[in-house]
């Protein structure tokens, strides 16, 4: 009996095609008819809650009028990051929104003390918010920052805001907590943050203090070209909640319960979406058809490679899988390099402004040292103060390479000589309950690299490992050695162009970093330190450098196991 290749496919795709509309059809009568039951099936909800839920089928919601990138409304459609949110969080819950669309910001206060309204899905806690409101779990954090013109003069701190001319939205904490530190100021009250920013530029305030997301997003997209962000705030991170009337603390325990519950990655895509490139996302009936098309085409596609290349098959998945996580990492690549791009204009600020209040006092000391004898005891201590500058000068350099605002000087360097200079400067520093072990398996070529920038990798990776240690202390390995880089395993591999590379491995008996949180210790700001012990940005201004020199850094750690830093450098062709 002879096969009819052809005739069997068509055969295969009508039924495929037959099948593939059935279950669509019951896919979707499914889905109409399960959609509230299984809503909440990932929520845990108590007998009470459940029952409130069936009551309150709908609840009516409100907002900033006009905060982007957090809630504003645009052809009265409610957009922004807290939107977002409570769209995901009604669809896990079964709920429809009513939402009360271009109600000023006093009024929507005004409105939920009324009972007109059960949520307010984007606001800031203050105490006098407190007496008629409950307030959910903090969904959304940013450092606040004080922004001036390109012009203005240098400012140092929140209290070189007295007397000054202030724009600010009514009713906000801003004004409260100006007053709570005795900083005397004449606010400018406008109706929105984008309002704010425009007095700003247009020179009918003199300053602002707006969170730094809200500051980026909006100074960005509106070309206010001539605002800086001069200096940050000492106030705790601006924090976003979303809160309902007193008395309903059913709805707020499902609000707290459903928020935990959205994926990191959703939520990671949610922030990229409204704090990098703005996109405007629309869905066309006839592409939804298109790729239920081209959907079908793909399976018959892949029916036709299990039939006839099966064994292909196989090697191609196994292919894809790689891939996949190539991509992935490099996308994360891809994330930590936007954040350490909106950070930049704050560090070379900064550092410009701080580099000339050290040539004041480098300056002073110099004069000093002219006006006093060589046998003065004083000279001593001069001397001291010129070098604790030169050093503040050279961090203030690499601030300035941090944002790419200064050229880099290069120069060849050997590895071995430098971690050997660069531990003889830690062992002074670091506890002597620490043991250093060093080990450079030589020979080991040269880098065309920095010298400051290089040590200061070292220090920060060795001392973010000393404090993982205390206070008992433990072993600090450091291994120096060649890397084949044929031999490197992606995401290093696909990351990396130099044909040999020079390996620092930083490895330490310490406590170890918890694994939620590894893809997100190179951010800047981000720190698991107490208030006040750390900056956040060691590991920020690490990643920062290896990327500069064309090189990558990656971490392996587990809970109270240590954990192991590793610097890829590309190694000079010519040593």
Known sequence: MKLDIGHFLAECILVL???????????????????????????????????????????????????????YYEEGKLKGISSDYTTQIAAKLGLKLRILTDLPWPQVLESVQQGEIDLITCIAKTAERE?????????????????TRDNSPLMGGIKDLQGKTVAMVPKTLIPEWLSRDGIDVSPLYVQSPLQVLEAVAFSRADAAIENLAAANYLIHQNGLANLKIAVPTPYEKYRLYMAVPKGHQELLSIIDKAL?????????????????VKYDYGVNPKDVFRYIFL??????????????????????????????????ALQRQLIQARKLESIGT??????????????????NAQLAMLDLPEEHPSQARINDIQAA????????????????QTEQKKQPLNPAQLVT??????????????????????????????????????????????????P????LTIRLEMADTHNLKMPERKAFSAAEAVRLTIKDTGTGIDPAIQDRIFDPYFTTKAFGKGSGMGLAIVHGIVHNHGGVISVKSKMGGGAVFSVLLPASPDS
């Open 421 to 470: 200079d660069t531990v003889r400067l830690l062992k002074a520093s670091l506890p002597s309950s620490i043991e250093i072990l060093c080990q450079n398996n030589e020979p080991i070529k040269t880098i065309n690299a920095n010298l400051t920038q290089i040590q200061q990798v070292i220090i920060n990776l060795c001392n973010n490992a000393a404090q993982a240690m205390a």
């Open 260 to 276: 935990p519950t959205i994926p990191p990655r959703q939520k990671d895509d949610i922030h990229n979406q409204w704090l990098s």
């Open 346 to 363: 704050l560090a070379g600020g900064i550092a410009h402004n701080f580099n000339n209040i050290l040539g004041i006092i480098l300056g």
């Open 389 to 404: 500058c030169l050093r503040a000068k050279e961090v203030i350099l690499q601030l300035l390479n941090f944002s790419h």
């Open 131 to 147: 007496t008629y409101l409950d307030f959910s779990v903090p969904y959304l954090t940013f450092p606040l920052v004080i922004i």
């Open 472 to 475: 008992d202390g433990g072993t």
């Open 295 to 328: 959907v079908l085409l793909f399976a018959l596609g892949v029916i036709f490679i299990v039939l006839f290349r099966s064994h292909r098959l196989a090697k191609e998945t196994r292919k894809r899988k790689k891939a996949e996580k190539d991509r992935e």
């Open 17 to 71: 095609t037959l099948l593939m509309g059935l279950w669509f059809t019951n896919a979707v009568h499914s889905h109409a008819q399960n959609t509230v039951d299984n809503a909440t099936d990932s929520i845990q909800l108590t007998p009470t809650e459940k029952a409130w839920l069936d009551r309150h089928p709908v609840i009516t919601i409100a907002g900033p009028r006009s905060f982007p990138p957090f809630h």
